[in-house]
């Protein structure tokens, strides 16, 4: 197949299978935020974030091997802002009266509504870590989002690797999830599992039941390591329509970006995603913005080692397949046409605020290790000074 191929499926019969994926009209409030009950939010972690629908903000708790759904009550509309706040990590540490060295900003989603930024942060290092979740308002202010009695539900994931935290590199169980997007109904989690493949991609229907389906298992062709993977998580992912299909484009460490029809997730199921580009070696990409400028189609990337690219992305159904050692590997098939915006320097989040500016997340310190990076948030280095900028899209 041009995309990708199935290699193993679960029955669709299967009664389990229907009640993770299949959610009926009738079961569907008028608003998601209603079925939520009201209660304490607890949280041993706070890694990536999504918004869904209503200003549901979707937070993953890798330590607890969970996703929580939180209805912020935050729906009032803002056309667009400019959202400018520098010193951001020491203002963070000052509302929860820590040193700004006990404090590392994980993760950054621009509520679409209200145009408010919630950043996942860990509070303290090591075993003793808390997460919690700070909001930004445009006009600068910083507050924390109340969790002790607040509309939510969660969701296990059952198929969470165990925690390894003496082991050599990331610990596993820190990468249950690692970026999540809202698509459809349905809350699209990427990460890692304990099953054979341990790349997995879930897709999983909001309102949550308990506990999530098994994931979709991943395979992929890797270039730069030159050989096929099924370990290695997704690090970031968009969903885009491609020839009128809806897919993700998901990026790996050391860089290649691979298309994975959406259809194809289904519980259990072994896929194999197609590598259509290559960012380079030793590099990781952070966040990606799919927009449209001028008549043309571009990706915004943000990289841990290769800087902001502007991708351009017109023609991307074009772009060759590259899914075995067979295929050329020339840097005409690897690379991806793209411009480096050089004057964008220490972004370590890049968010979309409306269909013409994006918000960074900008450190002004040398020899950063990124919070999503490091696979521990908080083992990772000192980030600061950080800032939040307000961009176009170039």
């Known amino acids: 197949m041009r995309r990708s191929t199935i290699w193993a499926t679960v029955a669709a019969s299967s009664l389990t299978v229907a009640l993770a994926f299949g959610v ?57 802002a400019t959202i400018n706040v520098q010193g951001l990590d020491a203002k963070v540490a000052a509302l929860v ?35 919690l979740i700070v909001r930004v308002d445009p006009a600068g ?42 698509l459809n109904g349905n809350l699209l989690v990427a990460g890692l599992s304990n099953e054979e493949w341990s790349s997995t991609l ?19 062709w890797h270039a730069s390591h030159g050989r096929y993977e099924t370990e290695s998580p997704i690090r970031t992912l968009v969903p885009y329509t491609i020839s009128g299909k809806q897919y993700v484009i998901a990026s790996y460490t050391c860089t290649p970006l691979v298309e994975i029809p959406v259809s194809d997730l289904k519980a259990g199921a072994q896929v194999q995603g197609s590598m259509i580009a290559d960012l380079g070696g030793g590099n990781q990409t952070l966040d990606m ?19 902001v690219m502007k991708l351009k992305a017109d023609h991307i159904e074009d772009y060759p397949v590259i899914d075995s050692p067979t295929v050329p590997t020339a840097p005409h098939h690897i690379a991806a046409p793209y411009d480096a915006l050089t ?30 990076c490091s696979g521990d948030p908080a083992a990772a280095q000192g980030q600061g000074p950080l800032s939040l900028q307000t961009i176009a899209l170039p």
């Open 97 to 131: 009266g820590e040193p700004t060295d006990q404090v590392m900003v994980d993760y950054m989603k621009v509520n679409p509504i209200s145009k408010n930024v919630y950043l996942s942060v860990q509070r303290g290092r090591g075993a003793d870590a808390t997460g």
């Open 141 to 182: 202010n910083i507050t924390n989002l109340p969790l002790d009695n607040i509309r939510h539900s969660v969701v296990s994931i059952a198929d969470a690797p165990a925690s390894k935290p003496e082991g050599r590199g990331e610990n596993p169980r820190m990468l249950t999830v690692t970026d999540m997007v809202y």
């Open 202 to 220: 879930r897709s999983i229907p909001f309102p949550f039941q308990p506990v999530a389906a098994p994931g979709t298992q991943i395979k992929i």
């Open 24 to 80: 009926s009209a009738a079961r569907k409030p008028a608003s998601p935020a209603a079925d939520l009950p009201s209660g304490k939010v607890q949280l041993q972690s706070a890694g990536a974030l999504a918004f869904g629908p209503d200003g549901i903000l979707f937070v993953a708790d890798n330590v607890a091997g969970n996703v929580v759904a939180i209805d912020t009550q935050d729906r009032t509309p803002v056309a667009s």
């Open 343 to 372: 004057d964008l320097k220490g972004v370590q989040h890049l968010q979309q605020i409306d269909g013409s500016h994006a918000l960074l997340l900008v450190s002004s310190a040398t020899n950063v290790t990124c919070a999503r």
């Open 289 to 307: 913005i799919p927009y449209k400028k001028d008549g043309r189609d571009y990706i915004l990337i943000a990289n841990t080692t290769r800087g």
